[in-house]
């Protein structure tokens, strides 16, 4: 699993890690099922500290894009049935990026067009 981290990034690196593992899954470069690195490994491979990794693979059990157990360690999760509620700081930060998308001067249109043009870019 390749990450890239920034770091002179304004964004913290747990959260980093975790929006690229989100990313990862819904491009379908990672599956369900399939393993992520052990905390210390990918905390070495990324040069950080591994309670960083720890930090992020909390997040993402508890919005529930992975599983865990000492027998498996970290696995992709299966959705199954009704997709869980989006969390609100997603929503919030949405609603930020269509503000600064009016300011840049786009209408409602055009957000929708790019967004239907980053859609589809996703699905490939």
Do not use: H, W
Not at 90 to 111: F, K, P, Q, V, Y
């Amino acid at each position: 699993m390749l990450l890239q981290l920034d770091f002179d990034s304004d964004i913290p690196i747990y959260q980093q890690i975790r929006n690229q593992i989100v990313m990862g899954i819904a491009a379908g470069q990672l599956v369900p099922g399939e393993r992520l690195p052990a905390t210390r490994a990918l905390a070495e491979d990324l040069g950080v500290n591994t309670m960083t990794v720890s930090k992020a693979y909390q997040q993402l059990r508890q919005e529930g894009y992975v599983a865990s157990d000492r027998r498996t360690g970290v696995v992709v999760r299966q959705r199954e049935g009704e997709a869980p509620p989006v969390p609100r700081e997603t929503i919030d930060g949405l609603r930020l990026r269509l503000c600064e998308l009016r300011l840049a001067g786009l209408d409602r249109a055009e957000i929708l067009r790019l967004c239907e043009k980053l859609c589809d870019e996703e699905v490939r």
